[in-house]
């Protein structure tokens, strides 16, 4: 069989937001180093560090599925140190959560072994994620 990608939200998108994070961040550790200001390059790499800790931590979910023999690959975006391979016999479930503050919104996502999708809304993103879960289970008894 082959490899099936599933897009959940637009990896172009998070990469650019990831990219324009990292590159704000790194244009004032630059001028920090230019104007030799060790208060504001310590400041800057401390935002640095929360920038990479932002896009690697679980609050971030994966963007991207690919499914096929070799197993399922997530793809969480550019910075992410988390992009993995899983064996395609992990376990997966749709769950529902709520979103916003007064959480009035239902939000779907995916968890596959451990890991969270990004959270999608309405019927077909909720749909979407039944058709990630179908491929799993076709490459599983095939």
């Avoid at 769950?95 to 309405?122: C, Q």
Wanted: charged residues 20%; hydrophobic residues 50%.
């Amino acid at each position: 069989m082959t490899s099936q990608t599933f897009i959940i939200k637009s990896l172009l998108v998070q990469n650019s937001i990831m990219l324009v994070s990292l590159g704000v961040v790194g244009f004032f550790v630059a001028v920090a180093l230019i104007k030799k200001r060790p208060r504001h390059l310590m400041a800057g790499l401390v935002w640095l560090a929360m920038v990479l800790w932002f896009f690697n931590s679980a609050y971030f979910g994966f963007s991207a599925v690919s499914v096929g023999p070799e197993g399922i690959r997530l793809n969480y975006g550019v910075l992410s140190l988390r992009n993995d391979c899983l064996p395609i016999d992990s376990p997966w479930e749709i769950d529902t959560a709520f979103s916003d503050i007064r959480k009035m919104k239902k939000v779907y996502l995916i968890r596959i072994g451990d890991r969270d999708s990004m959270r999608v809304k309405g019927a077909e993103g909720r749909a979407l994620l039944e058709k990630i879960g179908e491929a799993i289970e076709r490459q599983k008894g095939g």
